[in-house]
T-cell receptor
Framework: KQEVTQIPAALSVPEGENLVLNCSFTDSAIYNLQWFRQDPGKGLTSLLLIQSSQREQTSGRLNASLDKSSGRSTLYIAASQPGDSATYLCAVSGSGAGSYQLTFGKGTKLSVIP | EADIYQTPRYLVIGTGKKITLECSQTMGHDKMYWYQQDPGMELHLIHYSYGVNSTEKGDLSSESTVSRIRTEHFPLTLESARPSHTSQYLC???????????????FGPGTRLLVL
């Protein structure tokens, strides 16, 4: 059964710092990996989706990498801002019959201090 | 901006009541999903649908039921609410995807349910 772990569970940084969030998964047979952002009282917003054949995706100040063979992904946030404060979730989709399902980690709660 | 809506946003109800959580999307997506999330915990898939008249159970066992009579509408029903059903319920939708079966999922704002 796929398991997704995110480290650290919480992170507090001063504004302007670059930071890395980590995600690991136990079964490397994934179709893709997604990073989401969840704000309190709101749903999830998709940030980046990396197909299993890709190694990274970039969107603005965000860069996500994927090392499928080692079961790891990182989300790099450059020049952090207070508006980046949220919980960041990593999710993987299985291959084959399970490809419709996303398995989520518990998330990393990020606080960016002005 | 994704157009997926959930009502109610918050619900406090007594044990034994029947409740229906509404979810609607205006994007014409074939696939829709229901997730359950407890505070500080992972999202778990409880139901999904490939399209009209299609409903399947997810990984997490749930006493709830769903229906998909219209493409845009995917309601979740609890026939008899219990305190153990207290949680946040998130609805999502995505395109079919063809050769890429998992497209980005768009999430609604969620319904926070408290059963007393």
């Amino acid at each position: 059964k796929q398991e997704v772990t995110q480290i650290p569970a919480a992170l507090s940084v001063p504004e302007g710092e670059n930071l890395v969030l980590n995600c690991s998964f136990t079964d490397s047979a994934i179709y893709n990996l997604q990073w989401f952002r969840q704000d309190p009282g709101k749903g999830l917003t998709s940030l980046l989706l990396i197909q299993s054949s890709q190694r990274e995706q970039t969107s603005g100040r965000l860069n996500a990498s994927l090392d499928k063979s080692s079961g790891r992904s990182t989300l790099y946030i450059a020049a952090s801002q207070p508006g980046d404060s949220a919980t960041y979730l990593c999710a993987v989709s299985g291959s084959g019959a399970g490809s419709y399902q996303l398995t989520f980690g518990k998330g990393t709660k990020l606080s960016v201090i002005p | 901006e994704a157009d997926i809506y959930q009502t109610p946003r918050y619900l406090v109800i007594g044990t034994g009541k029947k409740i229906t959580l509404e979810c609607s999307q205006t994007m014409g997506h074939d696939k829709m999903y229901w997730y359950q999330q407890d505070p500080g915990m992972e999202l778990h898939l409880i139901h999904y649908s490939y399209g009209v008249n299609s409903t399947e159970k997810g990984d997490l066992s749930s006493e709830s039921t769903v229906s998909r009579i219209r493409t845009e509408h995917f309601p979740l029903t609890l026939e008899s609410a219990r305190p153990s059903h207290t949680s946040q319920y998130l609805c999502a939708s995505s395109e079919w995807g063809g050769d890429s079966p998992v497209k980005t999922q768009y999430f609604g704002p969620g319904t926070r349910l408290l059963v007393l």
